[in-house]
């Protein structure tokens, strides 16, 4: 049997707001995905360290609090530095589409922004696993 | 005419109508019956459930004459980057007509660290105004008069600080706490359910929370001690009967916990508020404010044996919904926002914000809140909807509906009861997995098409990134700090040292009311982070468990 894809869900930051998180979370299990999720408040250190020893493919965060600039490419570099380099790392929120290409050169692969169906995610992830 | 009369007229239309409706494809979210008549509400007394305004059970209203008297409170959210730019978007509102201040903080101030502890990077003036101490709140409400304006500050775990430094600068205007008006949320039960900006664990919290019922009750008699807020476990994802059942049993959990800290029911129940969303959903939303007003007047009267008229009223702050704003076609949400005020205000609200078009996005812009504050102006002045008072009453579908919505929270509030209340509840998680799970479900409705959103699953146009969004600038965070260590050089170091010393004396003792403490701390310009700092210490942190 394949090895089922192992998904890292996230709150980094000071930000309360997981409505997002839990459904994404909750509709990449029913997709069969083996999922975590961190809780909240996770600084970029927890979640590198949480991808490690839980041994995921994926790592994907959610923030609503304009924080992802600061924060989603310094979870990046922390993953990489543990030697991660094929988790694949995706974010979500109210995000900008100015503040996206900058996020994508700083090595998150996706970003879903609000309304997106949840579907669409478990497709990308699907695709763009390694 | 008689019941039998409309029983055998109805059962005519129903025969009708059969073949015409079997044609029509399932539509579950839709309300059972497509038609209500009296027969809905036969049962209903009128004189004891519906009654009139500003009289027990206070269905139709809580103030007699409501808009007639005055309009609502147009009270506009509002908040970001440093103090500076804040007290210039507070001056611009009150310049534009907004009757009523409401305070937006930073995740940081929200949650206890100052804007220079390394948690705090990247979230600096972000969601709201970083305030690290009594400088910067100085700074927040220069050249407003604390003795006319009516402040509402949307803080929770360290609702007490903020309050003393409202106090404290109003102290210095020469305004006396006794003439301060205002509310703070200082929900914190609401925060372990649904908004996530919680510190310490649940009983020191509910302490600091009667603390600051008695300290009022006696000091800021004026002052509005909790706003024990639906529209965030609303916002969660919780359905309209949830959304009231579990912010009442919240409500009843703080009750409780005054009358054990020896409070007697009538001394601050009249100074409880509390905070509804304004949904898509509009008849939905009308019937669920008036079954709000019922329950909460019978679990006063019948449950605390409350005797004041003003125990048992409900008065309610309204924010429209910001999780129904959509991201696609954001001008759309002008119309959504303008159907909540709607709904809102023949829902009979004591005050509302309304949402701007833009904020699926980020921040609003200026234009955007003109706009928003606007759709409440033309909702008063021009639609006719606040002319008379309650005017869905008689309403069969939405009297059936208000009882529909009274029944379903009463079963939430007893099953609370069983568990051992909400504090228990939501420590077990109850609440948290029933708000998820309705979360869910209409995530699945969207996605199915079931429920329908325009513009999201319907009516999708190719558009243009939109243009011209608010941005809080990175640098933000680095003048705050500064004027953070500025400000720590020019105090006297020795003061804040003490004031902290004898603040965690105090904390130590269960007895003992923080208040006074708190205030004598914040006077010294101790900071924020400091002040929770030494409670973090004494009381611990909360920690949360999620089930998926």
Partial sequence: ?130 | MSNEKIQAGLDKYNASVEKATSRFPERSHLPEQRLYTPLDIKDTDYADEIGFPGMYPYTRGVQPTMYRGRFWTMRMYAGFSTAAESNKRYRYLIESGATGLSCAFDLPTQIGYDSDDSISEGEVGKVGVAIDSLADMEVLFDQIDLGKVSTSMTINAPASVLLAMYIAVAEKQGVPADQLKGTIQNDILKEYAARGTYIFPPRPSMRLITNIFEYCSKNVPKWNTISISGYHIREAGSTASQEIAFTIADGIAYCEAAIKAGLHIDDFAGRLSFFWNAHNNVLEEVAKFRASRRVWAKVMKERFHAEKPKSMMLRVHTQTAGSMLTAQQPNNNIVRVALQTAAAVMGGTQSLHTNSRDEALALPTEESVMIALRTQQIVAYESGLADVIDPLAGSYYVEALTNKIEKEAWEYINKIDEIGGAVAAIEKGYIQKEIQDSAYKWQMDVESGAKTIVGVNKFQIEEEPPKGLLKVDASVGVAQCKRLADMKAKRDNDAVKAALADLKTACQDENENLMPHILNAVRTYATLGEICGVMREVFGEYEAHVNL
């Fill in chain 1, 1 to 130: 049997m394949e090895k089922r894809i192992r998904v890292l869900v996230a709150k980094p930051g000071l930000d309360g707001h997981d409505r997002g998180a839990k459904v994404v979370a909750r509709a990449l299990r029913d997709a069969g995905f083996e999922v975590i999720y961190t809780g909240l408040r996770q600084t970029p250190e927890q979640i590198a360290e949480a991808a490690l020893q839980e041994d995921v493919n994926v790592v994907a965060m959610s923030i609503l609090s304009g924080a992802h600039p600061h924060l989603f490419p310094k979870v990046v570099n922390l993953v990489r530095e543990k030697g991660m380099n094929d988790v694949l790392i995706i974010g979500g929120g109210v995000i900008p589409e100015t503040d996206i290409p900058a996020l994508k050169e700083a090595g998150i692969a996706e970003v879903f922004t609000p309304g997106t169906p949840t579907s669409d995610i478990v497709e990308f992830i699907k695709a763009n696993v390694k």
